[in-house]
């Protein structure tokens, strides 16, 4: 069989590969996508949060994810720890675009997206079973497949991208995979022709939108979940501790699944007049990170490259805001390949970051005290960067999908609150603040959001820092980094600074020769010294001297000491 060429090789279809062969292809790369299945096909994760309607938006699927019929739901449901009162959070409790997502049928969603990658143009492959990365001298430079008819061929490409899900051919293959053995579950699950009950039906205080939500519950040998899907369909999932099934038979694993469900008393009006329909899956949910997410040549993305445990439902949410990290970093690299390094570092960085926000709040789930005022806190130390939410708002960014790092300007740092405007927010949520102690939250607010912008460094001129000896102040470093832009990835260097508070820092950016005056800086060199030797370094490939290069130096340091990046020596 003759070998395929394109610019991008994808392996998987779900979500993440058709959604990251999508915008590449716009891009205008030629992309080959290779499925080992053929679409539709049974998959569990129904439902979705908020922060994967940005990304669906980007590829252009969003229309025809609006048209579906897919069940909206607007928030989510719990009886948690140590009570059995159910408690509920909205996505409308923190600003964003969107106060709903859906709660989809993935056989439906899945063939939506993939055939909305085919239509616009990438050359998708369904029945096509990688085996592995092929690779040259230490690079990967295509896929090996096996299609449905046993024929075995080739992809060669300037990339490959691994978006195979729990599958991972290529974390596997590189041996990548890292499990989390405090989030080692197994889930079991699948649905039920409900009858005309729902939520707002069973339980007090609940609006009409809530019929939509996700209701989890835990039960003695782990949790339940409940989704009402279109058309009257629930699905029904439990999940366990492994050991609670070791041995079982199939046969012996529904009727335990089952079991667990008619033994829920929460439940039980909920699915009053309802039948099962039938199905019955059982998938691992031993949560894993790879120790990298790229290599030579190659890039994984989506549960490809980590999976977080269901508890947040953050899947899906988590796989696209990766793809569209990885994007802006294949782009890159394709169009300049000697800043591969920095674009997939950067790729890497932001994604892992967002994945172990996760992944923490999923330990603190099951291991924490079981408390929902612990969750709330756990939450608002990870995703609130500008303290401006209560602790409250910040579980629910969280819930929304959004975690630290969102594409939407308008929730990505949440600062710029009135008082009058977080007053009125406190006292319509009824949050742990409450209407009578909103305006004193509000000064602590902005108190503390105003320590966290101004710096706290010194004021020198250009002379004076020439005439120091420049070196980091303990905790801040510099690097060369990829700043996001509209269309792709720049280079440029990242300083840190650190905050006030342990483990808070500061980012500063600056342009990329910068750097080269920072590398220089060890606090036994002047300034000027520095100016020298740079002067000295790059008098080949720069003609310049030391005089030119004089105020270039003293104003890169003078502004990093007004900073409190930068301290000098006598």
């Known amino acids: 069989m003759r070998a395929v060429e394109c610019d991008v090789a994808v392996v998987g279809g779900g979500p993440a590969g058709s959604s990251l062969a999508t915008l590449l292809r716009q891009s205008g790369y030629t992309v080959t996508l290779l499925e080992r299945e053929r679409f539709p096909r ?4 129904e439902s979705m949060l908020p922060g994967v309607l940005f990304a669906l938006g980007k590829t252009g699927a969003l229309e025809r994810v609006e048209k579906a019929g897919f069940t909206k739901k607007y928030g989510a449901t719990y009886i948690w720890g140590r009570g059995r009162d159910p408690w509920t959070i909205r996505f409308s409790e923190v600003p964003q675009d969107r106060t709903f997502t859906f709660q989809c049928d993935r056989e439906v969603f899945d063939k939506l997206l993939l055939d909305h990658a085919r239509d616009e143009g990438v050359d998708v492959r369904e029945g096509h079973q990688v085996t592995r990365a092929h690779m040259t001298d230490g690079r990967a430079t295509g896929l090996s497949f096996t299609n449905e008819n046993g024929e075995s061929g080739e992809v060669r ?8 899900g729990q599958w991972s051919v290529l974390g596997r293959q590189f041996r990548l995979r890292e499990h989390n053995e405090n989030l080692r579950h197994v889930a079991l699950f699948g649905h039920y022709h409900g009858g005309p009950t729902s939520l ?24 339940l979940w409940h989704i009402p899907l279109a058309g009257g369909l629930r699905s029904i999932g439990l999940v366990t501790d492994p050991d609670r099934i070791r041995g079982m038979s199939r046969t012996e694993r529904r009727k335990y699944w089952q079991r667990q469900i008619e033994s829920c008393e929460e439940y039980k009006e909920l699915l009053e007049g309802g039948r099962w329909a039938g199905d019955f899956e059982i998938v691992s949910d031993w949560s894993f990170i790879c120790k990298r997410f790229h290599g030579p040549g190659y890039l994984l993305v989506g549960d490809a ?4 445990d269901p508890i947040l439902a953050s899947g899906i949410a988590l796989a696209l805001q990766g793809v569209l990290r990885a994007t802006k970093a294949i782009r890159t690299s394709l169009e300049a390949p000697d800043l591969t390094g920095l674009s997939m570092d950067w790729y890497q960085d932001g994604y892992l970051e967002q994945a172990n926000d996760f992944v923490d709040m999923a330990n603190h789930w099951y291991h924490g005290q079981r408390l929902q005022e612990s969750w709330f806190w756990t939450a608002h130390r990870l995703v609130d960067p500008s303290q401006n ?3 409250r708002q910040a579980f629910v960014f969280i819930s929304s999908g959004l975690a630290r790092e969102t594409p939407e300007e308008s929730i990505r740092y949440m600062g710029g609150f009135t008082p009058g405007q977080l007053a009125v927010t406190y006292e319509a949520l ?14 602590v607010v902005r108190q503390a959001h105003h320590e966290r912008v101004t710096p706290k460094g010194m004021a020198v001129t250009a002379e004076e820092a ?11 470093d510099a690097r060369a980094w990829m700043q996001e832009t509209e269309t792709g990835l720049q280079p440029v260097t990242r300083v840190e600074v650190p905050g006030a508070a342990p483990g808070d820092k500061r980012e500063i950016l600056m342009s990329l020769p910068t750097l080269s005056v920072l590398n220089l800086m060890d606090g036994t060199r002047s300034g000027d010294q520095v100016a020298r030797m740079m002067a000295e370094r790059f008098r080949k490939s720069v003609p310049t001297d030391a005089a030119a290069l004089r105020p270039i130096v003293g104003s890169v340091i003078a502004e990093l000491a007004a900073e409190g990046a930068v301290g000098l020596k006598e």
Do not use: I
């Not at 049974?42 to 994760?45: D, F, I, L, Q, T």
């Not at 490409?157 to 195979?164: E, G, H, I, L």
């Not at 490259?305 to 977080?308: E, K, L, P, Q, S």
């Open 430 to 443: 009824g949050s742990e603040e409450g209407a009578a102690g909103a305006p004193q939250q509000v000064a």
């Open 305 to 308: 490259a980590c999976f977080v």
């Open 157 to 164: 490409a300037r990339m490959c991208v691994d978006a195979s």
């Open 42 to 45: 049974p998959h569990v994760g």
């Open 466 to 476: 020439l005439a120091g000896k420049p070196a980091f102040v303990p905790g801040a």
């Open 389 to 391: 939410l209560s602790l």
């Open 200 to 223: 707002p039906d069973v339980l007090d205080d609940m609006e009409p939108t809530d019929a939509g939500n996700v209701y989890v519950v835990a039960v003695e040998d782990g949790w």
